[in-house]
């Protein structure tokens, strides 16, 4: 599977961005669509994750209410609405694939995007 993240930018603190993530090739593989960020200096985290179905979304709790994530099975397509930014959202966010459901933990996630800059300023 090939993702393509974009839709990333410089927003000001309280505004609000969407992610796209485009997914081609093999995607009959993977059940679940997630984005993860990395801050500078930071590891990666787990941020949101969805079905290819949008039957079953979760979150993490940093992002819990904030952010909402979509998917667009005819398209391929996984989206990140971002509201009410602050700045300690700023990262490198980045779509990966999983077969299975529940997961956080970047190590289980097979296909990843190159990633797409966020940054808020405050």
């Known amino acids: 599977v090939q993702l393509q993240a974009s839709g990333g930018g410089l927003v000001q603190a309280g505004g609000s961005l969407r992610l796209s993530c485009a997914a081609s090739g093999r995607t009959f593989n993977t059940y679940v669509m997630a984005w993860f960020r990395q801050a500078p200096g930071k590891e990666r985290e787990f941020v949101a994750a969805?079905?290819?179905?949008?039957?079953?979304?979760y979150y993490a709790d940093s992002v819990n209410g904030r952010y909402t994530i979509s998917s667009d099975n005819a398209k391929n397509m996984v989206y990140m609405q971002m509201n009410s930014l602050k700045s300690e959202d700023t990262a490198v966010y980045y779509c990966?694939?999983?077969?299975?459901?529940?997961?956080?933990?970047?190590?289980?996630?097979?296909?990843w995007g190159q990633g797409t800059q966020v940054t808020v300023s405050s």
């Open positions: 990966a694939t999983s077969r299975r459901l529940g997961l956080r933990d970047p190590a289980d996630f097979e296909s």
């Open positions: 969805i079905t290819w179905s949008g039957s079953i979304t």
